[in-house]
């Protein structure tokens, strides 16, 4: 007869007690890696903002929606309520410092892009500009905002969407080629590393075959 494992020791880390800055970095921590959604947007008077946000995924299949989160009203949510369009784009690796760059707090009448010299290029069907060197730009119009507490969720409809065609392979694009950075907690930032591939399976045949279950259990 076997013991239980006695349980690992735990550090508790409760909202109520913390404050604000103090819990956000832990939760920043622990909800990793995350994508970036590196985002251009144009304000109304003609400015192209590039900023990178790192509460970004996809909100909705049909229709194509993704979505990210401005934390405090940043220039790209001004910008995407005011012309309701915008790009995201893959942050790829070799262009590390730049991504960083432009997450610097400059006032909203500078162009980020300028500054850390990241080249934007026309879009397909959006005003908004893209990221010339990135090897994917998401083109999107505003669906929604959603306001929660200190931040606004912005939903994005998906009305295009380009890729190097380098990067293309068997009809999708291809992780390799893209090198993709992600944020994880602080200051610190991760790349793809390995790639491990395994298929889901099937209740049916999990059914068919007890050993299935068996294996991991023993694990």
């Known amino acids: 007869m076997t013991t239980p494992e006695q349980p690992r020791p735990r550090t508790s880390f409760d909202p109520a007690a913390m404050g604000t800055g103090a819990f956000y970095r832990?939760?920043?921590?622990?909800v990793v890696p995350r994508p970036i959604a590196w985002v251009?947007?144009?304000?109304a008077d003609g400015v192209h903002n590039l900023a990178p946000h790192s509460f970004y995924t996809v909100a909705c299949v049909d229709p194509p929606i993704v979505q990210f989160t401005s934390v405090g009203r940043k220039d790209s949510l001004r910008n995407v309520e005011a012309t309701g369009e915008f790009t995201v784009n893959l942050t790829p690796e070799p262009l590390f410092e730049q991504v960083n760059a432009t997450g610097t707090d400059f006032p909203p009448h500078t162009s980020?892009?300028?500054?850390?010299?990241?080249?934007?290029?026309?879009?397909e069907k959006v005003s908004a500009l893209r990221v010339a060197e990135s090897p994917v730009s998401i083109e999107c119009e505003l669906h929604a905002t959603l306001r929660l507490g200190d931040s606004t969720v912005v939903l994005g409809r998906v009305v295009h969407i380009s890729v190097w065609t380098s990067?293309?392979?068997d009809g999708r694009p291809?992780?390799?080629?893209?090198?993709?950075?992600a944020r994880l907690g602080g200051n610190e930032w991760t790349t793809i590393g390995e790639v491990r591939e395994i298929a889901r399976t099937p209740y049916q045949q999990w059914e068919a075959d007890p050993s299935i279950g068996?294996?991991?259990r023993r694990q």
């Not at 892009?113 to 990241?118: I, L, T």
């Open 26 to 30: 832990v939760l920043n921590s622990v």
């Open 40 to 43: 251009c947007s144009r304000s």
């Open 112 to 123: 980020e892009a300028e500054q850390a010299g990241v080249r934007l290029e026309p879009a």
């Open 167 to 169: 990067a293309v392979r």
């Open 174 to 181: 291809r992780i390799e080629e893209l090198r993709p950075l």
């Open 214 to 216: 068996e294996r991991l």
